[in-house]
């Protein structure tokens, strides 16, 4: 099964997908702050990367920017419930494998 990175401030949010992608096999790493996210993803050695777009300190495209300006291209799927048209095609032109609306 796959290892998937979740990232998400909202505790019921990534621990009910983190429970999810766990009762179907998958390794789960996850994390409250995307900063910690960003420093910790070395070492989850994630094959997808799964994040929240509203999060305090940094947002979901801010996060895509910096994996992707650190040459990482694991697969990056944004969920929000704040979707818009401009966020979707910002995030797809930054290399954004999936974008989601909340909820699912």
Do not use: W
Not at 60 to 89: D, N
Request: aromatic fraction near 4%; hydrophobic fraction near 45%; include cysteine.
């Amino acid at each position: 099964m796959a290892r998937v990175c979740i990232i998400d401030d909202k505790d019921v949010m990534r621990d009910s997908l983190s429970d999810i992608l766990r009762t179907a096999g998958h390794e789960v790493t996850t994390f409250a702050d995307p900063r910690e996210a960003l420093a910790g993803l070395g070492s989850a050695n994630a094959e997808v990367i799964v994040s929240d777009l509203k999060m305090p300190g940094m947002d979901g495209i801010e996060l895509l920017k910096a994996i992707r300006g650190k040459g990482v291209e694991t697969p990056f799927v944004l969920m929000t419930a704040y979707a818009t048209v401009s966020t979707a095609v910002e995030a797809m032109k930054l290399g954004a494998t999936d974008y989601i609306q909340k909820p699912f």
